[in-house]
């Protein structure tokens, strides 16, 4: 049976990141749609409008504008966030919500303090100061991070260092609501990447039990979309 993906890039990413995966849906007969969220990707200059609403209001319009009716929406690590208030906006055309190597937070968290520990969060806003509101890793950090499985020379390394932008610093400062989200009935599933560097795989068990689910694991570093998109688009199709 055909089904219909929406895909949520995660910090400093854009709907670009999801190509491979697309790719491999479609084949099989499924229809996708990945997101730019304001202040990423071909919306990198809306990078001031960038707010946990903001992200989620862009998705429900283009799950809207799309047509879809009964999306399975995946989120990557920062979208963790903006998936459970996309479910809020529009329940009726979200079917299964899927978090991917994602953050999820407590009613009134933030991303700062959810993911972040703390000696680490004073440099996380000195570079935001530091670039007028927005983070930008150094690349042998994003590379670290964020595709680990890769080698740093691979074209699929290279190709996103190009395509990365900085990331707009509101969104993981805002507290977020969530006990909206919790009293929801939708259907959810965990991915956890086993060789992940960013959310690492205990912390991964704990946002997958605050859920009320049993994560799903795959041998993969955080962007199993770039490094593992075949094993990825198998485990989706699964849902």
């Not at 290279?158 to 400062?173: C, D, K, N, Y």
């Amino acid at each position: 049976m055909s089904k219909q993906f929406v895909f949520v890039h995660g910090m400093s990413h854009g709907a670009w990141c999801w190509a491979a995966v697309q790719a491999r849906l479609e084949r099989a007969g499924h229809a996708t749609l990945a997101v730019d969220l304001p202040g990423h990707g071909r919306r990198a200059h809306e990078w001031r409008r960038a707010s946990v609403a903001a992200y989620a209001r862009a998705v429900a319009d283009a799950i809207a504008l799309a047509g879809f009716s009964r999306a399975i929406v995946v989120g990557h690590s920062m979208a963790g966030v903006v998936i459970p208030k996309v479910a809020e906006l529009v329940p009726a055309r979200v079917a299964h919500l899927v978090f991917l190597a994602a953050v999820v937070l407590s009613d009134g968290g933030t991303l700062l303090a959810t993911q972040i520990p703390a000696p680490a969060r004073p440099l996380l806003r000195g570079l935001a100061r530091a670039g007028g509101g927005a983070v930008q890793y150094p690349a042998v950090v994003e590379h670290a991070r964020w595709m680990s499985g890769l080698a740093p020379g691979d074209p699929r390394v290279v190709e996103a260092l190009t395509h990365l932008t900085p990331q707009p610093f509101r969104p993981w400062a805002e507290r977020v609501p969530m006990r909206r989200f919790y009293a929801l009935a939708v259907p959810r599933t965990y991915i956890r990447c086993l060789r992940d560097a960013a959310v690492v795989p205990a912390q991964a068990a704990e946002y997958a039990a605050r859920l009320g689910v049993r994560p799903v694991d795959l041998d993969s570093d955080h962007g199993p979309m770039l490094s593992r998109p075949d094993e990825l688009a198998r485990l989706l199709a699964k849902v």
